[in-house]
């Protein structure tokens, strides 16, 4: 059974920081596409960071760039995700998903698996 867990959310003042993981199991871990996607209230899904199987090549988008790492451990089937300087516009709830292979896209639905989410809220 493949399951994707969340966790490490929670609230934050402008400026703080917060560091998200993902539990990955029922699947080979090491040789899928990682990434994050966050949805804000009101607002549709998008990607925030993408990481490659082997953790060699990351993608971010250009609102995070600079303020958030994405990373991951294959030995223990977990993602991560350091977030620094953050912004009441990063509150969303955050969700990691996983793809077999190439980490070309952002499209949500190109994703094979999708966690539960973890909320992220900053207030200024």
């Keep these: 059974q493949v399951q994707l867990v969340e966790s490490g959310g929670g609230s934050v003042q402008a400026g703080g920081s917060l560091r998200l993981s993902c539990a990955a199991s029922g699947f080979t871990y090491s040789k899928y596409c990682m990434a994050w996607f966050r949805q804000p209230p009101g607002k549709e899904r998008e990607a925030v960071a993408r990481i490659s199987a082997g953790g060699g090549v990351t993608y971010y988008a250009d609102s995070v760039k600079g303020r958030f790492t994405i990373s991951r451990d294959n030995a223990k089937n ?38 539960q989410g973890t909320q992220v809220t900053v207030s200024s």
């Design 78 to 115: 977990s993602l991560y995700l350091q977030m620094n300087s953050l912004k009441p516009e990063d509150t969303a709830m955050y969700y990691c998903a996983a793809r077999p292979n190439s980490c070309y896209t952002v499209d949500i639905s190109q994703y094979t698996y999708l966690g």
